[in-house]
């Protein structure tokens, strides 16, 4: 995201309330966009379906969106880190000749994976095919979304991103109550699928509207699947890191049955749905300022390697790095401290006000104190990653998922006064174990960036 982090520094760089106000909205949607777009058009769904379907349809609804978005977020996560090292490895080199070729490639893969993935599952359910289709192509549209998130990163037009979400949103909302009205949950369901699908289509045409000119055919991205095997697990065990506890909290024994595979755990579900809505300032913070400050510092180390600079210059380089690191991350920790503490301790009154019961609140102050700790995590990770520590992430996330998934269970063992600490715990750990990684990666960067270089007659000359 750093190459739209950049354009929008522009709105920052004067003392100009408008622009600081513009700024950070584009920051929140580019950022959160699918997430956030899609959490607020939900939540305006539901609201308005809960006056027309009854419980059992309200709940397929909701369970249906939130299936969806989870499968489509693991299967994404195993090509979304080596598909973004191939498109950085070319716009490093100012290479965009087969962005779109690359894009319709993977988006074939995906239209028939999502169509198995979700042909299968619903296969399970019985529904008429009308609706198993409308189910397919809203996972097929979501998919869709995750892929142009990658590859709009390089985009110059971020305001047409931002207006594609809108027009999908409303048009989810707008579609789900007009077609609900007559068709009831069919109704529903399509209405916001045509609405995701509308995001998808006009992210597409920014997509090939950016890169227009270039139709280059290349397979080339595949090798990078071989070439950079940690970086599937990656983005793999992030996203099921994210979701296990979830899983386990609908599938262990508390949660609710809908109907056929969908399960649910309302109290739990809900608590960490408001905790995450906790942590969207950092995500506008760190595309801003974070990413950016910290890549001009990395950008000028690594022309420094290429210049031939000698080993004092390059260490102060790295003390710059480290001094950018630490100035942005404490602008983050500021900023997300201050409304983690004031969500922490009014959360008793904001569920009060939302109607929920008292119950959610241990759990909801956990998900908060979890969330912070996840942004943080997810932060330091990113980082290690600029600095090809592709294993060291994965093992990260591979703990963040082993964890979350063991002690999410034995905190649901535990009683529901502890529903929501293993998350918290397993955040924790993955966040101490990253910032020592870091650290001692910060620490010898000139040895390991030396000493990752591959060795060959060609670098070397014969007499090796």
Known sequence: MAGIGFRLTKYFEHDNLLGNIKGTIYSIIISTGPWLISVLSV????????????????YVLKAMICYTYAGSLIIFGAVEMPVTRFLADKLYI????????????????????????SGIFYSFFDYDILLKLIAMGFFISVLTIWLNMIFLSAAKNYHQIVISFFIGGVLSIAGALILGNYYDLVGY?????????????????NLFAEFRDFDYVSLEFISYFKKYKTMVFVGLFYYLG?????????????????????????????????????????????????ETNFYVKYAYYFRSIESKNNLKFLDNSVNEIIAALKSTTISLLKIQTFVSVIVWYFAEQILSFLHLPSMMEPMFKYGVIGAYLQILFLV??????????AKQAMINYGIFFVLNAGLSFLSLKAGIQFYGMGYLISCLVTLIISFVALNHTLGNLNYLTFMGQPLSRKNFGEEL
């Open 43 to 58: 939540a305006f769904v539901s609201y308005f379906a809960q006056r027309q379907l009854d419980n059992h349809d309200l």
């Open 94 to 117: 100012s290479d965009l000749t087969t962005f779109r070729n690359v894009f319709l490639t993977i988006l074939c893969g995906f239209v028939m994976v999502g169509s198995l993935v």
């Open 189 to 205: 369901i399509l209405g916001y699928t045509l609405g995701q699908l509308a995001i998808a289509l006009l992210l597409t045409r």
């Open 242 to 290: 994210i979701w296990v506890d979830k899983f386990i909290f609908w599938f262990g024994g508390v949660g609710e049955k809908v109907e056929s595979l969908f399960y649910t755990n309302q109290y739990y579900d809900t608590a960490m749905f408001l905790a995450y809505l906790t942590i969207v300032p950092s995500f506008a913070v760190f595309l801003v300022q974070v």
């Open 380 to 389: 330091l990770n990113i980082v290690l990653l600029y600095f090809k520590q």
